[in-house]
């Protein structure tokens, strides 16, 4: 379990210094209505799956939680043969290429469920980056049999216009956790898209809309907010879908089903790094795709493997001269590219990726991101889960930033075994916590230092029960705190979500 945090924390180091959402605005589109605001508890109280309506309920088991490399999101199966319909952000043309990728998939993860998760490969039959949806088929290994789900859903048509007014439900796993369900009705629309008065975490991308009778009539792709800074006591609730109608006239299908449709005439849209000749103007896509790929490189030529790496270190040495370097750009060729392949680099290069990694922290740090520079000096070793040398590169890193002591730092020391910092007994700041001020705001990382200490044998079981039930109580704490909580619960303490 402690591993699984471990990678946990450091996946979510890709993007640094900022909170990343699998939502991205599509299209043009954007809202006439004003925000609204809701009263949050009802969120929270009546929207777990077992309190769904019955043909909601039995829908929500073709619902998954979709795992990639660089973060979770929703899909939803559309036929007994294992065809899979997610947005395109969440998996398409930018992170999974022509010859399919390996996502990991999560059935049944909601509350009085027990999740069963694994790893499946998924083919590319469809995407449209307009519509912000793409299809899969999926199956349970590389060129084996097709995927047969538990259950999927039936895709009818419904225009954008004929929806307004209509009250809708979606199902998906904001923040990438528990599975969650809510009502909601269309507010607004264009010829294609239309708004919803609901909210929609990061997570949710990809779900689907359903009708009364648990049918899909369009899927959810973006929010224009930034949801994890708002608490329980309200929030703005406007999302935006895009048709089931545009989706199926996009897939050539005439009738209210997906079990026929022109999907292999779409594969163009999906871009093959193997096939690529690197060079200045795709050696970033390629990159990219592979950041969300199985594949650590393309198998097919060594030069071409030497060409992208050695792209990326010209790349990152180039960003990391300039007076004013963009962090995008420095994430993806100092941080992602050795994260990634450290452990196919020679001792050599590795040593000249540390130096880089290096720099890079220095100039988030000179960023006031002194957080974000410190775990990056981490990465390294941690990637490698050499513990030796990740305790000994932390503390010259707490000495080089002079990080002040923080919940989030108090995670990252107890995760390696520091007790001590700065003359202060972090069992004792963890244990008194609510003495610190807006620790409301810190609960994740309350309860991360906790479950450290417990694997060291030095807190027991039920401190940290006591405060997982005080965050799920606590009005203040940030939605998307509280879905990661709540599933730490589901995980580890059950009976607090009876």
Same mark, same amino acid.
């Given at each position: 379990m402690k591993n699984v945090l471990k990678m946990k924390r450091l996946l979510a180091l890709v993007i640094l210094g900022s909170v990343t959402h699998l939502f991205q605005a599509c299209g043009v589109f954007q809202p006439k209505t004003e925000e609204r605001v809701r009263d949050v508890p009802e969120f929270f109280t009546y929207k777990h799956i077992n309190a769904a309506p019955k043909k909601i309920s039995e829908a929500a088991r073709a619902v998954v939680r979709i795992g990639t490399q660089m973060g979770a999101g929703t899909g939803f199966f559309i036929s007994q043969s294992g065809l899979l319909m997610t947005n395109n952000h969440v998996v398409g043309t930018d992170n999974c290429s022509i010859e399919g990728c390996y996502l990991q998939l999560t059935f049944g993860f909601e509350r009085g469920n027990k999740a069963d998760s694994n790893t499946y490969f998924a083919e590319p039959l469809f995407s449209d980056t307009n519509l912000d949806v793409s299809v899969f088929q999926i199956r349970d290994e590389k060129g084996g049999p097709a995927f047969r789900p538990p259950h999927f859903l039936k895709v009818v048509h419904k225009t954008a216009p004929a929806l307004m007014g209509e009250r809708l439900y979606f199902v998906g796993h904001p923040g990438g956790e528990l599975k969650k369900w809510v009502a909601t009705e269309v507010v607004d629309y264009d010829k294609i898209k239309f708004s919803t008065d609901n909210l929609a975490l990061g997570g949710s991308s990809g779900s689907p809309y359903l009708n009364a009778d648990g049918d899909v009539v369009g899927i959810l792709h973006s929010t224009h907010i930034g949801s994890d800074n708002l608490t329980r006591h309200g929030y703005s609730t406007v999302s935006f879908g895009t048709s089931s109608s545009a989706i199926l006239e996009a897939l050539g299908s005439d009738s209210g089903s997906l079990s026929i449709y022109r999907a292999n005439q779409n594969q163009s849209s999906f871009k093959n790094p193997s096939v690529l000749?690197?060079?200045?103007?795709?050696?970033?896509?390629?990159?990219?795709?592979?950041?969300?790929?199985?594949?650590?490189?393309?198998?097919?030529?060594?030069?071409?493997?030497?060409? =992208?790496?050695?792209?990326?270190?010209?790349?990152?040495?180039?960003?990391?001269?300039?007076?004013?370097?963009?962090?995008?750009?420095?994430?993806?060729?100092?941080?992602?590219?050795?994260?990634? $392949?450290? %452990?196919?680099?020679?001792?050599?290069?590795?040593?000249?990726?540390?130096?880089?990694?290096?720099?890079?922290?220095?100039? =988030? $740090?000179?960023?006031? @991101?002194?957080?974000?520079?410190?775990?990056? +000096?981490?990465?390294?070793?941690?990637? !490698?889960?050499?513990?030796?040398?990740?305790?000994?590169?932390?503390? #010259? /890193?707490?000495?080089? *930033?002079?990080?002040? &002591?923080?919940?989030?730092?108090?995670?990252?020391?107890?995760?390696?075994? !520091?007790? #001590?910092?700065? /003359? %202060? @007994? +972090?069992?004792?700041?963890?244990?008194?916590?609510?003495?610190?001020? $807006?620790?409301?705001?810190?609960?994740? %990382?309350? !309860?991360?230092?906790?479950?450290? =200490? #417990?694997?060291?044998? &030095?807190?027991?079981?039920?401190?940290? %029960?006591?405060?997982?039930?005080?965050? +799920? /109580?606590? /009005? #203040?704490?940030?939605?998307?705190?509280?879905?990661?909580?709540?599933?730490?619960? *589901?995980? $580890?303490?059950?009976?607090?979500?009876?």
């Open positions: 000749e690197v060079n200045e103007d795709n050696a970033e896509l390629i990159l990219t795709i592979l950041s969300n790929s199985r594949k650590e490189l393309p198998s097919t030529s060594t030069v071409q493997e030497a060409a =992208l790496l050695g792209f990326a270190e010209q790349k990152c040495d180039d960003f990391l001269g300039e007076n004013k370097p963009i962090i995008e750009k420095l994430t993806l060729y100092c941080y992602q590219v050795p994260i990634q $392949h450290i %452990k196919t680099l020679t001792q050599d290069r590795r040593w000249k990726w540390d130096a880089r990694m290096s720099r890079f922290a220095d100039v =988030l $740090h000179d960023a006031n @991101h002194s957080s974000s520079a410190l775990r990056v +000096l981490q990465s390294i070793d941690q990637a !490698i889960d050499d513990d030796s040398k990740l305790v000994r590169r932390l503390k #010259n /890193g707490l000495q080089r *930033y002079g990080v002040p &002591l923080s919940f989030e730092l108090a995670e990252q020391l107890t995760d390696v075994g !520091i007790l #001590n910092y700065e /003359g %202060k @007994h +972090l069992q004792s700041y963890i244990e008194n916590y609510s003495r610190q001020a $807006h620790f409301e705001k810190y609960y994740v %990382k309350i !309860i991360f230092s906790m479950f450290n =200490l #417990n694997q060291l044998r &030095l807190l027991g079981g039920d401190v940290i %029960k006591k405060t997982v039930a005080r965050a +799920l /109580g606590d /009005g #203040n704490i940030t939605l998307g705190d509280y879905l990661i909580v709540e599933a730490f619960a *589901y995980r $580890h303490f059950p009976d607090l979500l009876n």
